[in-house]
């Protein structure tokens, strides 16, 4: 069976992605998350670790491997190259940038501008998380459009107006409210969608 590997950048992320990704691949695939601590430490040691899955799937182990980060206040387009050139450095084959036979191992995926944006994205998710929450009108403020402003600043200044988080955003705690609830297919954020688009592709 094949293994996937997730390198995320923080313990958010890694809590939000142990609720969604047993929902998204659903016994198809092992799995295991690794938190890296932070986006420059993510990015530093990616070389190093793409190099040593390069020497494991050469010995022969159904591998893959996803990485994801935050977009941040980072140049999307730039921040992706980066992580495409890291991935051909070490000889592997990416989705964007697959093999002679149309293979590959590697999927990088981007947060924009954060993972909040996934949360934004499923307003349904949002009031199942907090019961108090009223219903939300997508077509206006910071859901017209999740990725657009879609960070935990965002999500608190909502949550804070209608008495949640009042003093402080507790980030892992959020992530482990929201993301069990997160619907798969109706969430708004087109760069969970795309998340979720690489994974299956990962799987085929």
Request: with cysteine; net charge positive; charged share 30%.
């Amino acid at each position: 069976m094949t293994q996937i590997e997730f390198l995320v950048e923080e313990p958010s992320a890694e809590e939000a992605l142990r609720h969604v990704l047993p929902k998204l691949l659903r016994g198809r695939a092992r799995w295991k998350l690794i938190n890296l601590g932070s986006k420059h430490k993510l990015l530093k040691a990616l070389p190093g670790r793409l190099a040593a899955y390069r020497d494991r799937i050469d010995r022969g182990e159904p591998l893959r491997v996803v990485v994801l980060v935050d977009q941040d206040s980072d140049d999307c387009a730039s921040l992706k190259r980066q992580l495409e050139d890291m991935a051909r450095t070490a000889g592997l084959a990416t989705k964007t940038h697959p093999d002679a036979q149309k293979h590959f191992h590697v999927v990088n995926r981007i947060a924009v501008e954060e993972l909040e944006s996934w949360f934004i994205g499923d307003a349904a998710a949002l009031r199942q998380a907090f019961s108090s929450l009223p219903t939300v009108d997508v077509g206006k403020g910071i859901f017209r459009n999740p990725d657009n402003g879609g960070s935990w600043e965002a999500l608190h200044r909502f949550l804070k107006k209608h008495g949640i988080y009042k003093s402080s955003y507790p980030k892992i705690d959020a992530a482990r409210r929201i993301a069990p609830k997160l619907d798969l297919q109706a969430n708004r954020s087109r760069s969970f969608q795309v998340f979720v688009q690489g994974v299956e592709a990962l799987l085929t």
